[in-house]
């Protein structure tokens, strides 16, 4: 598409010629091929969002002041309530972990302090209504019997207190040395009104009259804040981003990210060790986009995170590879073999008689999980080019498999190249392909790409997305700044041509999944969001994964048509999940609505019958629902059209009729110029 307005003109006349009859089509009863049961899927993307900030629902930001050699630990995010307040970054002999040495140290700035206290702006504010937060920190310290802290949410632009809570001290008794004299103090806040505005911050003070004879500060550490999580899990997700991705009807999640597994330099992976049990044990690590990662959403998190979604885990493991383009050697390979064989066992191992799963079961988790998949890397034709791939083709991918397939030869093995990217999949493996494309890439390269493949090409399409207007190419190229209709019109096409495959496709997810609108790499995404919910914004893109997503395929139909070669309508039938009758299809570069009809067609040994003296066939649909997207129109602006979070304005409407078929069993109707539908009997 993207027409300048001159050649649209011309382009409409030979259109309007080529589409004037209807085409007709006519589905098969069998004869198809049994499709993968998980076709559309999640991916946790991480750029500049590794849950941080965004489905990971931990208001207070940097609570832990957690660094590393690249980004280190600071202050970020805290400021002094008043001018009586100092705060300083302590690396103290007596930290409250190994994993977080730094702490923050609240003293008297001069003798006449009555008060001292500390807020947090959190991620770019704070979403505050009357419902429960639940509150911990950590104090080191000494103070007189009967001391409290005060714990508010407050505007950060004019000092209302929403909601406030006193903290009993628990440093008045005697504290023991367990934890270096490191005491948890534990609240829940209700505030009493909801915030006008996103601008809130959460504080802690206390007097200084509280403290003990001698003492003339207090350390805090871990200090954490969450609203109400999905399904009100501890250390848990945002229930409100949760939601929009669970209309998607996802049904496996892809963890724990692209690029984070890597790390940007040899020894900064994402060691999955470090990111389970308590929180004051994970030391976070230096995140690939700029900052450092709290890992609190660690890797026993993503599983609930599929238990509560009713996802099936792809685990991603370190293959070995880091983003500066280094990787491990022949000889050290073995490091992260072992590192991923602990981490399945980890997830799977028996509770009582594996060393990993012992480890599970001691963190509250004895029942193991199912791992169907597991993927060796991410991107490994990328980084480190062409050395880097090549040791991925000749030592570090085959150690991977053997490995694997010798301790779980249930699981399947996923390379993180797929056959598109110059490499041999060696079986019983399967690759995965990330499509960063144009539109008419997609449609053009995409839609029949499938078709080569044989059974043993089994292919995951873990990432993928329009990314670039036609013409725009490479990464220096121009990058839209949203998902747009026609992009997302062509990501359509393409799925269409991964389920007409679907016994060779493991799946698809869109990546990145979410976008944080105060911090970002880049904007495609399907569900932009901030701190305040009212900003949270479904994408183009969005809309049609939710709408060929909702309607999974078990098994493709043959169909017949009268269009001698596809398109401007792409479409693939099968049968659903319940036998139902599934029609999928998009219309891409026509300028005119396209009649269609399709005819179900009867399998062997039924018959016509009459009832009422209306003749009926036991099998065959007489009625349908019709799910139709369109885009605001066909002008260049138009397509281009996308879900802008700050004017609220959806451009993508959704409409779902009723279809009777006629006397023949024919079904009738058209369909619209860039536009994807579903038609379901
Ligand atoms: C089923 O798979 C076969 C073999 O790959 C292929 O030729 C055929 O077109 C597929 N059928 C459908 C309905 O997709
Ligand atoms: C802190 O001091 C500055 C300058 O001395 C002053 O402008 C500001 O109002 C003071 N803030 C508070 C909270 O007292
Ligand atoms: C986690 O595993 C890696 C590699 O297996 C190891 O180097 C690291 O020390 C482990 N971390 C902890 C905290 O045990
Ligand atoms: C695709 O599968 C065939 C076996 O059906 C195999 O011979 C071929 O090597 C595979 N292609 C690639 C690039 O892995
Ligand atoms: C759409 O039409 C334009 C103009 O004719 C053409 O350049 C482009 O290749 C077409 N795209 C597809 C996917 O057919
Ligand atoms: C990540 O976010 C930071 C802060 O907004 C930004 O400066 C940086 O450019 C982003 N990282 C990348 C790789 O774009
Ligand atoms: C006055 C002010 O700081 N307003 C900010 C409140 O928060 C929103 C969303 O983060 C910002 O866009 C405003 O600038």
Redesign the pocket.
Known sequence: MFLSTKSAALAAVTLLASVTSAIDLVVKPSGGNVSSPYMYGLMHEDINNSGDGGIYAELVRNRAFQGSKEFPSSLEGWSA????TKLTLTKLSTPLSSALPYSMNVAADKSSAKKLGFSNDGFWGMDVKPQKYTGSFYVRGATKKGAKFTASLQSGLTGDVFGSVEVKSKLDAKVSQKDNGWVQHFFTLVPKVAAPNSNNTFVIEFETKDLAEGTASLDFNLISLFPPTYKNRANGLRPDLVEVLKELKPTFLRLPGGNMLEGNTIDHWWKWNETIGPLKDRPGMAGVWEYQLTTGLGLIDYMNWCDDLDLAPMVAVWSGLALDGTFLSKEDIHIAVDHALDQIEFLTGDAKTTKWGKVRASLGYPKPWKVRWVEIGNEDWLAGRPAGFDSYKEYRFPAFLKAFTEKYPEIQVIASPSIFDDMVIPAPAAGDTHPYWTPDQFIKEGFNRFDQLTKQNLTLIGEAASVHPNGGIGWDGPLQHLPWWAGSVAEAIFLLGAERNGDRIIGATYAPILRSLDRWQWAMTLVQHAADPTLTTKSTSWWVWKLLGNHPIKETLPVSHSNGEIGPLYWVAGKGFKNEKIWKAAVYNSTANIPVTIKFEAGKGLKETIVNGVKKLLGIPTKATLWTQTGPGLSEDEQYAVNDPFTGVNVVTEKKTEVKADKDWVFRFSLEPLSVAVLEA
């Open positions: 309530t008043n001018n009586d």
